[in-house]
């Protein structure tokens, strides 16, 4: 079992910044992914950004060249740096983590955190 926890979100204006942590804890050896997705009301969740256990990002084209993902092995969190923020990226933001025990791929999810973005 993983459990994560997500921090970080809050209200900002158009134009500002807000960073978004996921602390993972629990059977943290086999993760091989974390990531960031985002869920609008009425819209289905989407990717926003992962990051492999070897370095490896990946993007949404929506977020490409305004958000950045980290993650710190020795602290066990991911990061968001969100910049430049629009309100369409007003949603809840929830964090991913898969692991992986042979044959089984597992993925577990954060509990969510809400960022809201005014014009």
């Known amino acids: 079992q993983v459990q994560l926890v997500e921090s970080g979100g809050g209200l900002v204006q158009a134009g500002g910044s807000l960073r978004l942590s996921c602390a993972a804890s629990?059977?943290?050896?086999?993760?091989?992914?974390m990531g960031w997705y985002r869920q609008a009301p009425g819209k289905q969740r989407d990717l926003v950004a992962t990051i492999a256990s070897g370095g490896t990002t990946n993007y949404g084209d929506s977020v490409k060249g305004r958000f950045t993902i980290s993650r710190d092995n020795a602290k066990n969190t991911v990061y968001l740096q969100m910049n430049s923020l629009k309100p369409e990226d007003t949603a809840v933001y929830y964090c991913k983590a898969t692991r992986y025990s042979w044959p089984t791929v597992y993925d577990y999810w954060g509990q969510g955190t809400q960022v809201t973005v005014s014009s």
């Open positions: 629990g059977s943290i050896s086999s993760i091989t992914a």
